[in-house]
Each structure stands twice: as structure tokens, then as C-alpha cells.
């Protein structure tokens, strides 16, 4: 069975940076485009980044585009989300998704995934 776990969240200053990673086990990471969404309470789920099972494509929300980076490690069965000059307004519950999608579009629409983690907490102090 597919199970995704991130860790790195906490809090951070605005301005700061922090590193957000996702460790897939139980599946072929190759296999999935993975995903980023986050989500705070009385809002509805929201995309934020995706990567293509290969790595060479990449999407953003425009919220984040230019200060959020995704990536992955085949090898480590891991992606990461690196985000720059942390706002407030990113303060959420962070969920990394799998798409089994080895297509050439990706998906942002959480109805796409196929597995979730837990999610991991960021909070960005003002």
C-alpha cells in the first residue's frame, strides 16, 4: 500500500525559508507526478506545486511562483518543496499528493490524486 509522509514543517519568520519533504513507500515513485497542496481552516484545499515523474516538468500556483521550488529524487523515492521569502498568508497545512500520471500535462485538482499524506504544518510568524 502507497503511503506518503512529509516532514519539515514549523515555524519560520517571514522572509525565511524552509524545506518540506515527502518520503513515498510502498509504490513505484516513478510512477506518480507528485504534488503540493495546502490548506488552512474554513478554506478548501489548494494547489500549489507539481513535478512530473521524470522531474523535467514543473507547475506553480502564482501565489508562490518565483519563491517555492519543486523537486524529487528518484533514487530516494522523496520530493521536496523549497520555499523562499515565506509570507504570512503561506502559514497552512501542507499535503504532498501522488498523481499516477506519466503524461505530458499536469494536474492540479486534488480530485487527480490518488494518495495523500498527512500533511505537515508550516507556520510564518510576521
Known amino acids: 500500500q502507497v503511503q506518503l509522509a512529509e516532514s519539515g514543517g514549523g515555524l519560520v519568520q517571514a522572509g525565511g525559508s524552509r524545506r518540506l519533504s515527502c518520503a513515498m513507500s510502498g509504490g513505484t515513485f516513478r510512477a506518480y507526478a507528485m504534488n503540493w497542496f495546502r490548506q488552512t481552516p474554513g478554506k478548501e484545499r489548494e494547489f500549489v506545486a507539481a513535478?512530473?515523474?521524470?522531474?523535467?516538468?514543473?507547475d506553480f500556483a502564482v501565489s508562490v511562483k518565483g519563491r517555492f521550488t519543486i523537486s524529487r529524487d528518484n533514487t530516494k523515492n522523496t520530493v521536496y518543496l523549497q520555499m523562499n521569502s515565506l509570507k504570512p498568508e503561506d502559514t497552512a497545512v501542507y499535503y504532498c499528493a501522488a498523481d499516477r500520471n506519466t503524461g505530458p500535462t499536469l494536474r492540479k485538482f486534488s480530485s487527480n490524486m490518488e494518495y495523500w499524506g498527512k500533511g505537515t504544518l508550516v507556520t510564518v510568524s510576521s
Open positions: 513535478i512530473s515523474w521524470s522531474g523535467g516538468r514543473t
